[in-house]
């Protein structure tokens, strides 16, 4: 069951199985015009994937889950980006980062499951210890970072304005961001709240 709630001007989301979360915080650990912090991690397709490896021009990374209502709620709208742009020299990267003994549905196990059932056209790695969404500063679930040619943050934030209906969306910020930067120029809109369940940090 939902519930929304305002506690010092900042909205806040309850889920089943879920602790009360910030949904409107976009975190300074990495600000826009920084460096993309390094990584290798297992995918859901047995490879280790790196941005290192990848030359094409833009890097879109999303901290995700599987069980968070938010997540599944983007998951078709990230695929459907991920195959527009597939041919526009755009990566997409997907990573888990929510502690998987506390909530097992979030497990690698069960994200190779997920990855399978939604067909995902992207690798969707685990971030097992956490260190790359600290890195990031990534805070909810999703949280989405898009990278230049020059592997420098251009966006942070969310998808979009609405995730309850895609119909109803009015703002498609982290299209027109990827978008901007393929016609090498700066997004309009450089940070726009992330929207989500907060990751589940380990104890």
Aim: net charge negative; glycine share 4%; proline share 6%.
């Amino acid at each position: 069951m939902e519930q929304l709630l305002s506690c010092f001007n900042v909205t806040v989301f309850q889920c089943y199985n879920c602790s009360m979360v910030p949904v409107n915080d976009n975190s300074q650990a990495l600000r826009v015009g920084d460096g993309m912090p390094p990584f290798t991690l297992p995918s859901t397709d047995g490879r280790q994937v790196s941005p290192a490896d990848i030359i094409e021009p833009v890097i879109v990374i999303v901290f995700t889950c599987n069980h968070c209502p938010y997540a599944q709620a983007y998951e078709d709208r990230l695929a459907a980006l991920g195959r527009q742009f597939d041919s526009e020299g755009v990566r997409f990267i997907l990573i888990n980062s929510n502690d998987a003994t506390d909530y097992p549905g979030d497990s690698f196990a069960e994200m190779k499951k997920r990855a399978k059932a939604k067909n995902f056209p992207f690798p969707y790695c685990h971030d097992e210890s956490q260190e790359v969404a600290k890195a990031y500063g990534a805070v909810c679930t999703p949280h989405c970072f898009v990278f230049d040619s020059d592997r420098r943050l251009q966006y942070k934030g969310r998808v979009d304005d609405n995730w309850k209906d895609p119909k109803k969306v009015t703002q498609h910020n982290l299209l027109d961001a990827i978008q901007a930067i393929l016609d090498g120029e700066k997004p309009v809109v450089a940070e726009a709240n992330a929207i989500g369940c907060s990751i589940k940090w380990k104890q």
